[in-house]
């Protein structure tokens, strides 16, 4: 099993910026990636970025050049940078993390971000 704990949402004005991180735990090898999605109200869970534990970052296109996702391998964390951010980032950012051989998806509980002036 692996548990994921995510941290670092919050109200922020539109322009400005935020940190989110989220730490894995568990039984977890070296291949590996986490993630994060988003959810709004009324809205599908949309894909943000995803940063495997080898490999290149990927980006949703609606936060490509905004947000910037890196990763502390030794400690199984990874951090979402948000800047620029804008009323339309408003949502519950879920931690997502997969890992070999199963892919088997876990899911952090999800931390709110509020973008309102």
């Known amino acids: 099993q692996v548990q994921l704990v995510e941290s670092g949402g919050g109200l922020v004005q539109p322009g400005g910026s935020l940190r989110l991180s989220c730490a894995a735990s568990?039984?977890?090898?070296?291949?590996?990636?986490m993630g994060w999605y988003r959810q709004s109200p009324g809205n599908q869970r949309e894909f943000v970025a995803v940063i495997p534990a080898r490999g290149d970052t990927v980006y949703g296109d609606a936060v490509k050049g905004r947000f910037t996702i890196s990763k502390d391998s030794a400690q199984k964390t990874v951090y979402l940078q948000m800047n620029s951010l804008r009323p339309d980032d408003t949502g519950v950012y879920y931690c997502?993390?997969?890992?070999?051989?199963?892919?088997?998806?876990?899911w952090g509980r999800g931390t709110q971000v509020t973008v309102s002036s």
């Open positions: 568990g039984t977890i090898g070296d291949n590996w990636r």
């Open positions: 997502h993390f997969q890992a070999y051989p199963t892919w088997k998806s876990y």
